[in-house]
């Protein structure tokens, strides 16, 4: 391990009083590369950390590495090596966090704030052996009562943590410091957990693309993990499903400005106050869209049992799972067509695979289109009104949209469509829905119930 331990800090500040630990005072703050790019940017988090520990509150930080401190990383050990060990690429850029926690410590010092630092291994972040893309199977948060208790404020390196086999430094990929921020908030059952960032919370759409875009003031869990699947950047899908799984209350904020952000409510909780706050009618949350999505079709596949296991057992081998999934007759009888959607990323490794396990499936031909992109329609209830469907397919006919696969949940309506044709598609979506400055909802209509046929006994 890298043995960072704290330096001792001036014992001249009141704030280093031991305080009583109550886990609902007890805040976790995360703050992104973005938010501490320069010197100017650690010392913001520095003043905010210290305005929330004088308004009563213990406090556990959770730092990202700096910038594009890692990218700088995986950029030098690429011109050293073409294809560097896994194990000490994560010790490599494990680096970036460090240099973080200890400059936030320097900054805090200043400030007269008491601090201590830790790595991942200190904190008891306990992860597989998997490197590059480890996943936490157990926290162990005993250092960090020991030190919170005694009035200092703990300063986690994120995105890191130690094999639980292997005992080495083990990385958890993308979103790996949002996890580890989340995940200590879980095991030190912490009132709320704030995450930093360089945007203001979780939008109704990209504001990038739609101006009129609206913030939200608040989204359960439950829709902000189908919002993130769908291609919402501020929060990835496996960080979210964490903290919905624990309970974790988390904020998503600008570390820019004072406002409010976006609370993520662990499902079950109240979203939203004011007229309306109660109705059962659906509540749309957000149109999302992902521009970075693959189509894989898998041609002529045996119409038998057991081959879609087959088909997912290749993908599996190089970590990769269809977020969408479609199924036809296929042209030629006794077989039929699998169409699958996944990351752009990850449709190289996918087809490789596929073609690995050709024989086994039985397919004949396979087509990959790395142009694709996932419009998503996010809310709650949406399954129980056939209106929402009918003004999202209507919107997507009117604009002329093609549409390749469809995928529907209690919480996300969803297609798949032409990576080129989204931020059309996002407008027409929000004109239908009235949710463009000038427009109104589009009425359905009311259709004239069926004759009754009685047929002949």
Known sequence: ????????????????????????????????????????????????????????HNVVVVLSAMGDTTDDLLDLAATVSPSPAPRD?????????????????????????????????????????????????????????????????????????????????????????????????????????????????????????????????????AEMLELAACGAKVLQARCVEYARRFGVLLHVRSSFTHLNGTLVVPDGGRVGSGPGAFTERPVISAVGYENSTASIRVES???????????????STVGSAADMVGQSVSAVAGYKDMVLALPATEAAAACQALQAARQTI???????????????????????????????FRALTNADIPINLISASDFTLSVLTRADLLDAAVLAVRRMFGWEPGTAPVTVPVLAPPAVVHLAQ
Do not use: W
């Not at 057991?306 to 993908?315: P, R, T």
């Open 301 to 315: 596949v045996p119409d038998v049992p057991g081959k879609a296991a087959q088909v997912f057992a290749a993908l």
């Open 89 to 221: 690429l994560d010790f490599l850029l494990t680096t970036g966090e460090c240099i973080s926690i200890a400059l936030l410590g320097m900054a805090l010092a200043n400030l007269d704030v008491p601090s201590q630092l830790f790595t991942g291994h200190r904190a008891g972040l306990k992860t597989d052996d998997v490197h590059g893309k480890a996943h936490i199977v157990d926290v162990d948060p005993r250092e960090l009562r020991t030190v919170l208790a005694g009035g200092e404020i703990p300063i986690v390196a994120g995105f890191q943590g130690t094999g639980v086999g292997s005992k080495e430094i083990t990385t958890l990929g993308r979103g790996g410091s949002d996890i580890t921020a989340i995940a200590l908030a879980a095991a030190l059952g912490a009132g709320i957990c704030e995450i930093y960032t360089d945007v203001d919370g979780v939008y109704s759409a990209d504001p990038r693309v739609v101006p009129a875009a609206r913030k939200l003031e608040a989204i359960t869990s």
């Open 362 to 392: 039985g397919f004949s031909t396979l087509h990959c289109d790395e142009h694709m992109g996932k419009l998503s329609l996010t809310g709650a209830g949406m399954r129980l009104d056939p209106e929402v469907s009918y003004r999202f």
């Open 1 to 56: 391990m890298l043995g960072l331990t704290s330096t001792p800090r001036r014992q001249i500040s009141p704030l280093r009083a031991s305080r009583p630990l109550d886990s609902s005072d007890l805040v976790v703050q995360k703050f992104g590369g973005s938010s501490i790019a320069d010197a100017d940017g650690i010392k913001r988090a520095a003043q905010r950390i210290l305005e929330t520990r004088a308004a009563g």
